[in-house]
């Protein structure tokens, strides 16, 4: 029997009556079908973590960091705030460190006219800098509140479900070349932070 893929799903908003519920419980459900994948959620509303950077003491701290260490991939479900990502979110992202290194990431996005399209492009630039690799590909809901039926499905179930499944096999892909990156044998060693200037 072949090893499954430890998948964290982050929610990416913490706001009161956030349509990313909707969004996430068809996804996560969805990946729940896969016997590829075994899927672990962390939801700022539950972690509620600090402002100010207090290490794992903090519960949240300490759940996320395990959870995100185990993690073979993620995916991030995130909306749009003002042409950008959550606070929220970033609270997660930056409780973290080594954890999320060389590691796959996927994004389900969902806004107004743009889907979260430009949220998604700003964390490509902060998961860059903690050297995770962003799936091309994104499962991306315009006019979000209009794609959902009263069911809390898609109302174009069959296509959302083949999108979010091409994402996921691209994600499966990088998820097992990277794990296998990952062995201490192929590892480099740490060159330091920051960029490297060629002379």
Do not use: C
Not at 97 to 111: M, T
């Amino acid at each position: 029997m072949k090893e499954a893929f430890n998948i964290a799903v982050l929610y990416g908003s913490a706001r009161e009556g956030r349509f990313g519920d909707t969004v996430a419980n068809w996804a996560v459900s969805t990946l729940k079908t896969d016997d590829d994948l075994s899927i672990e959620t962390l939801d700022p509303q539950q972690l509620n973590l600090p402002a100010a950077h207090v290490g794992a003491d903090h519960p949240g701290v300490a759940r996320l960091q395990s959870t995100l260490a185990k993690a073979d991939a993620f995916i991030v479900i995130t909306p749009e705030y003002n042409h950008s990502f959550p606070g929220e979110l970033k609270l997660m992202i930056d409780a973290a460190k080594d954890q999320w290194k060389r590691k796959p990431l996927a994004f389900v996005s969902y806004g107004g006219v743009s889907g979260g399209l430009r949220a998604v492009e700003q964390l490509r630039l902060v998961f860059a800098e903690l050297h995770v690799v962003t799936m091309r590909d994104v499962v991306s809901f315009a006019q979000a509140w209009d794609r959902f039926d009263d069911t809390g499905l898609p109302t174009d179930l069959q296509g959302t479900n083949r999108a979010l499944h091409h994402m996921t096999t691209d994600l499966k892909w990088w998820a097992a070349a990277l794990r296998n990156a990952r062995s201490p044998q192929t590892i480099p060693q740490q060159l330091g932070s920051g960029p490297i200037n060629l002379v």
